[in-house]
């Protein structure tokens, strides 16, 4: 699932919703909203078929795994508080979820290359490890290696910076600061989180 590389606008419409945000993918998207595929009367969508596409958009919009998913929602049973909050709260805290939020990249998928190529520094250590867990005080720098820094540059200029007030970036260092865990009101992706809590607790 993370290194899906078909027809992103095809899942968009598929699970009627943004979950791959480059600009073709989101144009498409944008000119229709009906599943891909010759056009006939929809069949009613049994629950079982409801939970499984909003499984999906998790797994698309995150870049997860099946087995990835398994664990982190193990992770989120076991913490205190609402566990369908809880497993979004941790897709949200992982680095490349970090790096995206804060405006060096457009896409999800644009941030864990570059994370799994080893553009970027946590806490002045380099890392390659996209679900690595970002904690508050925690550093994230690009690393100072040949042109890495201009790539990300040309993505800051395209962009409105960060989106998300607990990841913040210094532009002219192009520095990352956690300045605080994320909350409910933090959660980027629209979905039914009940429907998936009570797929996977099967």
């Known amino acids: 699932m993370s290194r899906y590389t078909g027809p992103k606008a095809r899942i968009n419409r598929r699970l009627g919703a943004l979950v791959f945000e480059s600009a073709g993918a989101a144009k498409a998207y944008g000119r229709r909203d009906t599943p891909p595929g010759q056009q006939q009367p929809r069949r009613k ?3 079982y078929g409801e939970a499984m596409r909003e499984k999906q958009k998790i ?5 997860l795994h099946e087995r990835q998913l398994r664990r982190m929602f193990d992770k989120a049973t076991k913490a205190k508080g609402n566990t369908g909050e809880n497993l979004l709260l941790l897709c949200e805290r992982r680095l490349d979820s970090a790096v995206r939020l804060s405006g060096l990249t457009k896409t999800r998928p644009q ?3 570059g994370i799994a190529h080893g553009h970027f520094q946590l806490n002045g250590r380099r890392n390659d490890i996209p679900s690595t ?13 040949g042109n890495i820094e201009q790539l990300y540059l040309a993505c800051l200029a395209e962009s409105d910076g960060t989106s998300a007030d607990w990841v913040a970036l210094d532009r002219e260092t192009l520095r990352i600061t956690i300045q605080r865990l994320p909350t409910v009101d933090d959660i980027t992706l629209p979905v039914d ?5 009570e797929l996977l607790s099967r």
Do not use: L, N, W
């Open 133 to 145: 867990q970002v904690r508050p005080g925690d550093v994230i720098d690009i690393r100072a290696r």
């Open 111 to 113: 941030a864990r290359q």
């Open 59 to 63: 797994k698309y919009y995150y870049g």
């Open 45 to 47: 969508i049994s629950k």
């Open 193 to 197: 989180i009940g429907m998936v809590v």
